[in-house]
């Protein structure tokens, strides 16, 4: 008998049964944040959340994962749907990489209380800021079901608002964007995420290729951190356990710094999860005066680098000592070279500084669908706006900015970056 196998989906599922072996072989041109070893830390460290994976499968070994999560009650401001139609935190806080907010429309939004959004499920990784389905097959009708089955179950549920929060311009989720538009959700520009394509045949290749100015740019990165008496060295796998809190530290410093929001504990469960099942996990540890003041961890997953997290002790080093891109630019990208990988994979944060030193851009957009169809409206004017928002800090009319400006745009600055 012909026929293509038959896609069967199932919602509200516990992540599949795969180890980070398995994921190498299974899903192996998904991010790792994205994969069960990564999420299934993920729920470890936010026990308040609820798994709530969407599961494809066809024929043996084939599988389709689109993560999601419930929020029962108000989360940090990333994984609070109400940021996203640009309403303000008491607290303060913003949105990874935000924008300044308008005080009238949070007014607005906080009228409505807390009711017509939650529960809201989140899709994507939560700690990864992506929301992405990780598969290893492929139909042109996949996302569309896939998203045609969960948004009638998850308000069957009693789900009241549904959050794709960072969905990235990337080949077949422009269908998921489709699918969930088609479903009454409302889309809008988030922002960029940045990532390195290695064309050259090696780091010299590399900045010989660049224009001048950006080859430039990256030789001074090089000397203010030598000339800031910093050194860097590079641990792996399980020789990064003695450095697991003080990078937690300093990477919570930097997003505190930025605006972000993130507790040590997330990335210390995490990032020892990664460890302890054997991924590879590098982290780049800069010195001075022989106190650790700068770190960067990176995991491969096959023939692509992703550095995740990034810290820095700015008492120590300054603001401006070029240390953030010698070690989270200049060090992963050298190595990546050395052992012939085809991308490196920055993720978003500082994208200006990003893009100024060789970097290409890739649009990340945010979807929202609520349950009451009779609020639809006026949120997707509230999101249409907050995504204009943020276009304009951006740089509004070109991803690649040829140089950078003063902009209204949070967690922005040369020498940092929030949620990479």
């Given at each position: 008998m012909g026929g293509s196998p038959r896609v069967v989906i199932s919602t509200g599922q516990a992540l599949p049964d795969m180890d980070w072996t398995g994921e190498l072989a299974g899903l192996t041109d998904s991010w790792p944040y994205l994969g069960p070893t990564w999420l299934r830390a993920t729920e470890k460290v936010l026990p308040d959340v609820q798994p709530w994976h969407t599961l494809a499968h066809r024929a043996r070994g084939e599988l389709a994962l689109l993560p999601g999560y419930i929020l029962t009650t108000p989360p940090v401001v990333d994984h609070e749907p109400r940021t996203y139609l640009g309403w303000q935190a008491p607290s303060g806080e913003e949105v990874c990489c935000g924008a300044e907010t308008d005080a009238a429309r949070s007014a607005e939004v906080d009228a409505l209380g807390t009711e017509p959004f939650f529960p809201t499920l989140l899709l994507g990784s939560p700690l990864g800021y992506r929301t992405e389905v990780a598969y290893n097959f492929w139909t042109p009708t996949l996302m569309g079901s896939i998203v045609d089955k969960l948004v009638p179950a998850a308000f069957e549920a009693g789900i009241r608002c549904i959050i794709a929060p960072w969905i990235p311009s990337r080949r077949g989720n422009d269908a998921l964007v489709d699918a969930l538009d088609a479903a009454g959700a409302s889309s809008t520009f988030w922002g960029y995420e940045d990532f390195m394509s290695l064309d050259a045949p090696n780091w010299e290749g590399h900045l010989a290729a660049l224009p001048l100015k950006k080859r430039q740019r990256i030789k001074g990165d090089v000397r203010r951190a030598e000339a800031a008496g910093v050194t860097i060295e590079r641990v792996d796998g399980t020789d990064i356990r003695p450095y697991v809190d003080r990078i937690?530290?300093?990477?919570?410093?930097?997003?505190?710094?930025?605006?972000?929001?993130?507790?040590?504990?997330?990335?210390?469960?995490?990032?020892?999860?990664?460890?302890?099942?054997?991924?590879?996990?590098?982290?780049?540890?800069?010195?001075?005066?022989?106190?650790?003041?700068?770190?960067?961890?990176?995991?491969?997953?096959?023939?692509?680098?992703?550095p995740k997290w990034a810290g820095f002790d700015y008492a120590a080093i300054g603001e401006r000592s070029g240390i953030y891109f010698a070690l989270v630019l200049d060090a992963p990208v050298r190595d990546a070279y050395a052992e012939g990988l085809r991308t490196v994979e920055f993720g978003a944060g500082a994208h200006q500084a990003k893009a100024l030193r060789g970097c290409t851009p890739r649009e990340v957009t945010t979807s929202m669908l609520l349950s009451d169809p009779?609020?639809?409206?006026?949120?997707?004017?509230?999101?249409?706006?907050?995504?204009?928002?943020?276009?304009?800090?951006?740089?509004?009319?070109?991803?690649?900015?040829?140089?950078?400006?003063?902009l209204p745009l949070l967690g922005g600055s040369g020498d940092s970056g929030c949620c990479g």
């Open positions: 937690a530290e300093l990477t919570c410093l930097n997003r505190e710094k930025n605006g972000a929001g993130e507790e040590p504990a997330h990335i210390v469960g995490i990032l020892s999860a990664l460890i302890d099942e054997g991924a590879d996990v590098r982290a780049y540890l800069g010195y001075k005066d022989g106190a650790l003041v700068a770190t960067c961890v990176t995991i491969r997953k096959n023939h692509r680098l992703f009779a609020l639809r409206p006026q949120a997707s004017a509230w999101l249409d706006a907050f995504g204009n928002s943020r276009s304009v800090a951006f740089g509004a009319a070109s991803p690649a900015p040829a140089q950078p400006a003063n």
